[in-house]
């Protein structure tokens, strides 16, 4: 019988159509997914889209007509998968939004999801949910509200 080796490796070249943002072209921080056809974004790229449009930038299905952020989530099993592949991304991420919060003047927030363990399911300081729970029209305007601060990662 012959013995086969299998070469399990990935090249992260071929992962990035999957884990990356189709808005910003960069890799997925603060993963959402829209709850109607499940593609994912960054939460700011997201947000600030549907201040303008109430369809979905992938595949233009229309998400609401009022409220969109009603039907977007945090995606935390995707976003653990991108800071697995991606080498570094969650310390180069921490570190631009700890140097963003300085440079106006703030202590950066202890609870920041970049250093939440993956099993921690608590719900994020922005309020929305994950995915698996859904989400509050109180938690999404709370996430429209602080988007505007917090669209720099890009």
């Known amino acids: 019988m012959q013995n086969h080796k299998y070469d399990h490796s990935v090249l992260l070249s071929d992962l990035n159509e999957y884990i990356t943002c189709r808005l910003c072209k960069g890799y997925l921080i603060d993963a959402v997914s829209i709850t109607e056809c499940l593609h994912p974004f960054c939460k700011s790229c997201i947000v600030k889209y549907l201040e303008e449009k109430y369809d979905c930038p992938s595949c233009g299905i229309l998400i609401h007509q009022s409220h969109p952020l009603n039907y977007i989530s945090f995606d935390r099993t ?50 929305i949910t994950d995915m698996s729970y859904g989400t509050t029209d109180a938690a999404l305007a709370a996430a429209a509200a602080n988007a505007h601060d917090q669209d720099h990662h890009r």
Do not use: A, W
Not at 86 to 92: A, D, G, H, I, S
Not at 103 to 127: A, I, V, Y
């Open 78 to 127: 995707l976003q653990d998968i991108v800071y697995k592949v991606v080498p570094n991304l969650r310390e180069r991420e921490k570190k631009l939004r700890e140097e963003f919060y300085h440079s106006m003047g703030k202590t950066p927030p202890e609870c920041e999801d970049l250093g939440r363990d993956q099993n921690d399911r608590r719900p994020h300081p922005s309020g």
